[in-house]
Nanobody
Framework: QVQLVESGGGLVQAGGSLRLSCAASGRTFSRYTMGWFRQAPGKEREFVGGISRSGGNTYYADSVKGRFTISRDNAKATVYLQMNSLKPEDTAVYYC?????????????????WGQGTQVTVSS
């Protein structure tokens, strides 16, 4: 089992940047495909992006492609979400998620482990 803790959320103006971190503890981090999701009030949880176990492959939702970048440091057992050119519609609680093995998961029910979430608010 792996425990996930997100950090780095906050309030930022439109056009600004934030970097979220998700620290993992427990079993070997490099065994886990990782993803980022977000959930705005009254909306379903949506996929933001994912990264393969080695970090060699990343994939993104169209809504964030070109603005957000996912990376990971397996030695530090941490996955990151760099968010640039933020928009008010990016406001949400952001969650990291993990699943052992695999390569490519975009559906929230494909992930077994979740962090508690971190709030990102983008003001206009």
């Amino acid at each position: 089992q792996v425990q996930l803790v997100e950090s780095g959320g906050g309030l930022v103006q439109a056009g600004g940047s934030l970097r979220l971190s998700c620290a993992a503890s427990g079993r070997t981090f490099s065994r886990y495909t990782m993803g980022w999701f977000r959930q705005a009030p009254g909306k379903e949880r949506e996929f933001v992006g994912g990264i393969s176990r080695s970090g060699g492959n990343t994939y993104y939702a169209d809504s964030v492609k070109g603005r957000f970048t996912i990376s990971r440091d397996n030695a530090k057992a941490t996955v990151y979400l760099q968010m640039n050119s933020l928009k008010p519609e990016d406001t949400a609680v952001y969650y990291c998620a993990g699943r052992e093995g695999g390569y490519y998961y975009t559906n929230f029910n494909e992930y077994d482990y979740w962090g508690q979430g971190t709030q990102v608010t983008v003001s206009s």
